[in-house]
Structure formats: C-alpha cells, structure tokens
C-alpha cells in the first residue's frame, strides 16, 4: 500500500525552487508527482519524517551536499543509447567531420576536440569517438573527446565503458566487433561489452554542470553534442546554456541539439545549417 504523503503546496514550491537553483531543471506541475514520489525514497532512507524535514536536511546538515547527489541520481533521466539521433550522427559523419578536417588541414592544425555535453552513461561520447575514427583520414588528427554530466553515478559507468545488451542494441554490428570486446560479467551469467582501449583512450570523463555560473573548464570545441539535456529546462535556460555553448565553439564549429528542442536563437557569428531532420549550429569563422 502507498502511503506517501502529499507535497504540500508550500514543500513543491521550495523544492522546485531548489531543484532549479541546482540543476535548471524545472519541475512543472505535470511532474509533480514524480519529485514526490523521489523525495519520499530518500527521505524514508534518511529515516526523516516530512518532506519539510528533508529540506532543511539537504540545505543546512553537513551531510547535506552528499544526500544532494543522491537524490539527484533519482531525478536525473540518464536514458541513452549509442548513435542515438541517426540523422545528426550522419550529419556528423557525411557533412561536418570532412567539412573541418579540409579546413584544418589548410590552417595546418591536427587536433581535434568534440565535446558530449550531458553525457549520461557514455554512449554518446563513445558514439562520436568511432564516429571519428570512421571518417576517412581521420588518423592524421589528435582526437579528444570531452564527456561531462552532473550525475557522479553516470560518470563512473562512463567511465568504466561497460555496457549490457541491452545499451548496444542500436550499435552498428561492424562497430561492436571493431570497437568492443564482450566477456562474462562479474557474476558469471550474463555477457557484457566493453569499449577496447582505443576508444578509451581518447575520452575523458568529468562532472559539469551546464547552468553553474563559472565559465565552463573545458576548451574551445570543434563539434559539440547536446541532445536530449536541456528538455526539461525552462526556455530561458535553455537559451542560456546554448549560448554559452556557442560561445564554447572553436572557429567553424558545430553545435547539435536535439530538433525537439528548437530556440530562438540570435547570436552573431553563429548560423543554422540547414541539414535534414537535424538542428545543428555553426561558428562562422572569424
Ligand atoms: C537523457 S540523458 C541524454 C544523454 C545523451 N546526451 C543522449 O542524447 O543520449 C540527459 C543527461 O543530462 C544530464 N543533465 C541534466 N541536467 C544537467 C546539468 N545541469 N548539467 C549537466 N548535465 C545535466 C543528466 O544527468 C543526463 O545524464
């Protein structure tokens, strides 16, 4: 039997308010029962008695930032896949990789840095990694590929690179026997993949929070990927962080987002480039 107590009108707009101030997300009434249902798990763990009591737990104890993470973990949605978004993926590949590495080599550059802003478990970071090595002459470049996420627990299976079945469902057959290598996980049963040390070697992994006010601890990028993060931000914030993106980008590079989360976005330098099914952004080169 459920015997969760309500959120109180008052306890949801303080939480709501916290949960923003933190992370930019922003919890509508829609999803209100959501942010209850989350805050009952860990207030229950904390042996708490009110949402109330959870509040003034998280803000003033000192094991306050821990029990943030926590909850944290709960609220996030970490779904991912590899080569998620097919048409930005072929976007990548067909039109923006080659269109950059022409550029560099007349400038006679030979890094390239791709950034997977919001990076969940990995796949996609992993994903523009052999996406990269894909491309011809991908070889002649020093490739960096930058994972960030707020989520410490997804950071670590990102890191690891180790992924069930079920996560590589949408990996190019050719991909899996190249790139990854499958063994029997800990427990004996079940077969597990992991990305071999190439791929490894070329992603870092580190926690960023897009809406922290610093500026953000990273180079300037040749292609960003930001997909699927900011939906559940307020427009405002959304606009915010994308131009922080944009201002992120390297001369000629490409931001991608995810088309369902379209903006208005007016910056100068900073074009749309009109390829099928995508909503991709360029520096223009100054
Ligand atoms: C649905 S996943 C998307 C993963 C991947 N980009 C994709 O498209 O498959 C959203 C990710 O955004 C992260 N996220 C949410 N708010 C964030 C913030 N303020 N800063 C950094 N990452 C955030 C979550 O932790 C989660 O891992």
């Known amino acids: 039997m459920n015997n ?30 959501f942010l209850e249902s989350r805050l009952w798990e860990r207030l229950q763990h904390r042996k ?11 803000l003033y104890n000192s094991d306050g930032d821990h029990e943030w993470g926590q909850l944290l973990d709960l609220l996030l949605n970490n779904e991912s896949s590899f080569f998620r978004h097919t048409p930005s993926f072929t976007a990548l590949t067909e039109h923006v990789l080659p269109d950059l590495m022409q550029k560099k080599r007349l400038l006679g550059i030979n890094t390239f840095s791709i950034w997977s802003a919001g990076c969940a478990n990995g796949q996609e970071a992993y994903s523009l990694a052999i996406a990269f090595l894909e491309t011809a002459v991908s070889r002649q470049y020093q490739l960096t590929v930058w994972g960030t996420d707020i989520s410490q627990r997804s950071l670590q299976t990102a890191k690891k690179g180790i992924y069930k079945p079920y996560d590589i469902r949408n990996m190019p057959p050719p991909y899996l026997q190249k790139y990854m290598c499958s063994t029997k996980a800990a427990n004996g049963r079940r077969m597990v993949y992991q990305l071999n040390d190439t791929i490894q070697k070329l992603t870092q992994f580190s926690a960023l929070n897009l809406t922290a006010p610093e500026r953000y601890s990273l180079p300037q990028q040749d292609v960003i990927f930001c997909q699927n993060v900011l939906i559940y931000f307020q427009p405002a914030d959304r606009k915010t962080i994308v131009e ?9 590079g490409y931001l991608f987002l995810a088309p369902a989360e379209m903006i208005r976005l007016k910056i100068p330098d900073i074009r749309q480039v009109k390829l099928e099914e995508t909503l991709i952004y360029q520096r223009e080169r100054r």
């Open 4 to 33: 969760r107590p309500n959120l109180s009108e008052v306890e949801y707009l303080n939480w709501r308010e916290v949960v923003h101030d933190r992370c930019g997300i922003y919890f509508t009434p829609s999803r209100r029962h």
């Open 48 to 58: 708490l008695k009110s949402y109330t009591e959870y509040y003034h737990f998280v």
């Open 244 to 252: 922080r993106l944009c201002d992120h980008l390297a001369p000629n």
